[in-house]
């Protein structure tokens, strides 16, 4: 049996489908590194869940997208946070017109569709809303409801991924060992500057020249780490930058304004950043 498709018998009412996102039509660019893609597949032919690490803004959820369309499978986004409680997640009773009523929350609403759930940088959320993760993660795949006592098993196609940043922890932003053995882990970092010229090139709508020169700049603001910049450019600002520039934004100001001014706000750091800019540009 195919290992991406619904549980033999089993129908999803409309209704509980709600914010669960269909596969993409059509193809997300993604261009890859090394073989995430195909252990990407094996983990979910193997129904293992998957932990994506590396820095801001190299294409974590990007590829998340793309495993969609490759698996026709649909999928559903959490953005988590300090403030994410379990309820966020599996979900909780609501008043509507003098009745108490169950709304499902996205894990739950990602289970019953058998979709892939991502949840993106993980680590921010607390401690006690990660644990409820935990049966899914494991040969039970079950998640429990303890508010309407439903056991709802995951179907086949159902896959957990989450996603963090191992640069931006610290001792209180970290996830338990307990966690982290439950996922794969593929490493995710900028790609390679001749990869990375392509993507710009190709999302930022400029040509192979100008995209040359940003992936140039990305990489001489990138050994600023060293300098106590606590991030550095990612292909995401890249990107942005390049669509200013393809809009008539001049170069100069499409960093200043694109790359340097969301990296700090420390003016000596600013004026290092500008002055690299306008040697490269």
């Not at 008043?95 to 979709?115: F, I, K």
Request: with cysteine; hydrophobic share 45%.
């Amino acid at each position: 049996m195919d290992p991406a498709a619904p549980a033999p018998g089993r129908t999803v009412p409309a209704a509980l489908l709600e914010g669960v996102r269909p596969p993409p039509s059509r193809e997300p660019f993604y261009l890859p590194v090394g073989r995430e893609v195909a252990i990407f597949e094996a983990c979910h032919a193997s129904r293992l869940p998957v932990m994506l690490k590396g820095p801001t803004g190299c294409g974590k959820t990007r590829f998340v997208e793309h495993m969609a369309w490759r698996l026709r499978r649909p999928w559903v986004t959490v953005a988590c946070h300090d403030d994410l409680s379990a309820s966020d997640l599996i979900g909780r009773y609501l008043v509507r017109a003098s009745e108490t009523v169950w709304q499902d929350g996205p894990l739950t609403r990602a289970v019953r569709a058998g979709a892939l759930c991502y949840l993106d940088e993980i680590v921010e959320a607390r401690q006690d809303t990660v644990v409820v993760i935990h049966p899914l993660t494991d040969d039970r795949r079950l998640l429990p409801i303890d508010e309407t006592g439903e056991l709802i098993e995951a179907p086949p196609g159902f896959q957990l991924i989450v996603s963090y940043n191992p640069g931006y922890q610290h001792v209180l932003k970290d996830l338990k060992i307990s966690t982290r053995q439950r996922f794969v882990a593929l490493e995710f970092d900028f790609p390679p500057p001749e990869l990375e010229t392509r993507i710009v090139e190709h999302e930022g709508g400029v040509d192979h020249a100008c995209a040359t020169e940003l992936v140039m700049l990305a990489g001489r603001l990138r050994q600023l780490r060293d300098r106590g910049l606590a991030e550095v450019p990612s292909t995401r600002l890249l990107v942005a930058a390049a669509r200013l520039i393809a809009h008539g934004v001049s170069p100069a100001d499409a960093c200043r304004t694109a790359v340097a001014a969301p990296l700090t706000d420390e003016a000596d750091l600013l004026a290092a950043i500008h002055d690299v800019i306008a040697a490269v540009l």
